[in-house]
Nanobody, 114 residues
């Protein structure tokens, strides 16, 4: 059974930081590209960041320079370090694993507010 379990969300003031984690099980993690997506209330799910099996990374323009994605293949975990958070970063953040198949986590809420 494949599971992607996100953690690390919460409430933070503008300018603060959070680190999200996504622990995978049931897949050969090192063969999967991993991505973070988010969905704000009333909006469509959008791409945030991705990392390939070789460690290359891509970011949405809205988070470049503030967010960093990384992966630990030994731990089957992908991370999203989020710095300088803004209110517009408020959303449910989802982890995605994709190769020939695709899997999603259940999401973790991030709320940025003063």
């Amino acid at each position: 059974q494949v599971q992607l379990v996100e953690s690390g969300g919460g409430f933070v003031q503008p300018g603060g930081s959070l680190r999200l984690s996504c622990a995978a099980s049931g897949i050969a993690f090192r063969f999967y590209a991993m991505g973070w997506y988010r969905q704000a209330p009333g909006k469509q799910r959008e791409f945030v960041a991705r990392t390939t099996t070789g460690g290359s990374t891509n970011y949405a323009d809205s988070v470049k320079g503030r967010f960093t994605i990384s992966r630990d293949d030994a731990m089957n975990t992908v991370y999203l370090q989020m710095n300088s958070l803004k209110s517009e970063d408020t959303a449910v953040y989802y982890c995605r694993a994709y190769s020939s198949n695709e899997y999603w986590g259940q999401g973790t809420q991030v709320t940025v507010s003063s």
